[in-house]
């Protein structure tokens, strides 16, 4: 054989081979794009419409879908219910396994199986967790004609609060608070979300409401100056709440309360959870957890968030997943006297 056709030959079979290499690589972006093109993501909101969680997730669904291949349509849907658990627990056993379906759920929802949370079919570290779009953290807050105006002021006087249902932010804050440290909370659950609970602030039915910092600095009686900010609940201080608003973990100086306490508020650090069902194949995961990222940094995402009055802050669903699995490695002992103070909250009164 001449030495030209050795060289053609030579060409012919690296350009074959980098065809195929290229083809190797493609194929999964093509058929990920195949799956999803012509197809409806639904995006489930375990809380109810017009909060804080309600805005964040309609957004997403406006802007996620160009970022994932085949572009498809994404239609938001409430599912609220027994603080987002309905929701949780449609996801992990009901809810289709291919992508197709995701949503938003309580932050506290990924510790009700480790802290003994009844009725819970989820399990937390199979999920496939896509992200949160902020840190946003939880305050409580009181109607400024309370009896109760700081925080210290919960050891002597009654606060009642209003609150959804077991395991979101509004019941399960005051409800731990009262039963571990003694902060005399009294809660009355049953309203359908936030928005109830403000509207039953504004007309004095409750005095308060523990919920995330950005849901209720959107309200009329926040901006208005009517309500005083009594603590929050995260690991450290958020910089966009007041700073001379305290840590609940300055309520109490015991060494094993605040081993309890930080671990019964590390909820906080996941922020705002967008979660799909178990099972699904590992590159789709990987290709939501992209697009949500993706997304996050979308310059006309931001642009609406901006005007929305949103901070965009986001945890990739990597970070999730590794936050709860540190969680579940908790040392027992701790997680024990967390778990017997939620028992008695449920057990029946004597």
């Known amino acids: ?69 085949g572009q498809p349509h994404m239609v938001p849907q409430n599912m609220p219910g027994a603080g987002t658990l309905k929701l949780a627990n449609h996801l992990s056993a009901a809810a289709p396994k291919d992508g197709t379906v995701f949503g938003l759920i309580s932050r506290g929802i990924p510790l009700e199986p480790l802290l003994g949370g009844a009725n819970v079919q989820l399990e937390p570290e199979k999920m496939a967790w896509i992200g949160s779009p902020d840190k946003d953290t939880s305050v409580c807050v009181a109607r400024k004609d309370a009896r109760v105006k700081k925080l210290e002021d919960l050891r002597a006087s009654e606060l009642v609060m209003g609150a959804t249902g077991s395991g979101a932010d509004t019941a399960i804050y005051p409800e ?20 109830e609970i403000v509207m039953a602030m504004e007309r004095n039915e409750v005095q308060g409401i523990c919920v995330a910092f950005q849901s209720i600095s959107r309200t009329r009686i926040f901006v208005d100056g009517e309500l005083n900010i009594l603590f929050q609940a995260g690991l450290e201080k958020d910089p966009a709440v007041p700073a001379d608003v305290p840590l609940v973990t300055d309520f109490t100086k015991d060494k094993a309360d605040l081993e309890a306490l930080r671990l019964f508020i590390a ?19 990987k290709l939501l957890q992209r697009a949500f990222m993706a997304t996050m940094e979308d310059p006309a995402f931001r642009a609406e968030a901006e005007k929305l009055k949103l901070t965009v802050e986001p945890i990739s669903g990597e970070d999730l997943a ?24 449920s057990a029946p009164a004597k």
């Open 176 to 195: 731990f608070l009262a039963e571990f440290l003694g902060m005399k909370f009294k809660t009355i659950k049953g309203y359908p979300g936030s928005n």
């Open 1 to 69: 054989m001449g030495h030209s056709m050795r060289r053609f030959c030579a060409a012919v079979a690296a350009l074959s081979f980098s065809t195929a290499l290229v083809g190797a690589v493609a194929t999964p972006a093509s058929a990920q794009e195949e799956f999803f093109k012509g197809k409806t993501i639904s995006v489930l909101i375990g809380f109810g419409p017009g909060g804080a969680n309600d805005v964040w997730a309609r957004l997403l669904t406006r802007y996620m879908g160009k970022h994932i291949p």
């Open 267 to 285: 909820r906080a650090a996941l922020g705002r959870p967008f979660v799909a069902p178990p099972g699904l194949p590992p590159e789709r995961v």
């Open 322 to 345: 590794r936050t709860i699995a540190e969680l579940y490695r908790t040392p027992p002992d701790v997680v024990k006297k967390v778990a017997q103070t939620l028992g008695n909250l």
